[in-house]
DNA sequence: CTGTATCCGGTTCGATACTG
DNA sequence: CAGTATCGAACCGGATACAG
């Protein structure tokens, strides 16, 4: 359980909800789902749409996220039982609250992709001074 | 060559910035470098003191973390060279500027963080078939 | 003091195969 | 169609040892 329930957010705190939000954030297809969701609202989704919808995505990490963001109340499932079956998703409010400020992140980028970029170019042809020679990815 | 000069920001394209940018974001230390770094503007901060300022963070992957900042122009490093040598960190307005958005998540993760919490601990009472059985975290 | 290199373990992720 | 299970690969992250 958490240790202080009075303790503000403390993003160095494994333990505590605001890391592990970040934390999941930061997997692979989070964002990626949680744009693709929130652009379907107020309207449900399938799952093979869900994947038609992230390119490249398998199965198993489609359905990895889900559940990770269901496990946090971010996403309700539908699930009609007909034959075939067809499941519908949808965000929650509070999934829906989160792709605000994820999607300021995601202005962000696009906004500053191009400087991003350059930089990543730029650290190729440096020739020395304090140029950061990263090479870890 | 970069395929996307006047693309928009593709998401779902790993070869797009944003998408890189997202990724970078995801690691485990960087938002916590970011937070430290912009609420130590405008001063510089040294690796030590970084160290001290982000419990729990090893060398290397403060480090690894600082390379991948400076190889996207979100950080600048100045060496004192002197004996003992000190080096001094400091986001560059491109860093400082995605403090912005990132403190966004922040700020929700905090708002919402009892009802992450209690998601997270509802999963394990439920007694629902369907329900999240996550087991991903 | 400020890093880098190496080893190693844990987790994430992906392809495939299988069940309802 | 909608998912789960299993396996193996790749990557992230940590401890240690070492270099400038």
Tied chains: 1, 2.
Aim: charged share 30%; hydrophobic share 40%; proline share 7%.
């Amino acid at each position: 359980m958490t240790p202080s329930p009075g303790r503000r957010g403390d993003l160095f705190d494994p333990a505590c909800p605001t890391r592990r939000l970040l934390d999941r954030i930061g997997t692979k297809w989070f964002s990626m789902a949680v744009k693709v969701l929130a652009e379907a609202e107020p309207d449900e989704v399938g799952f093979a749409e869900l994947r038609r919808r992230i390119p490249g995505i398998s199965q198993k990490m489609l359905s990895s996220t889900l559940q990770g963001m269901a496990a946090d109340s971010l996403l309700t499932r539908r699930v009609e039982a007909t034959n075939p079956p067809r499941v519908h998703y949808r965000l929650t409010e509070l999934g829906l609250s989160l792709d605000a400020p994820l999607a300021a992140v995601r202005a962000w980028a696009e906004e500053h992709m191009a400087e991003i970029d350059e930089a990543g170019l730029k650290d190729q042809a440096a020739g020395s001074r304090e140029a950061t020679t990263a090479a870890s990815d």
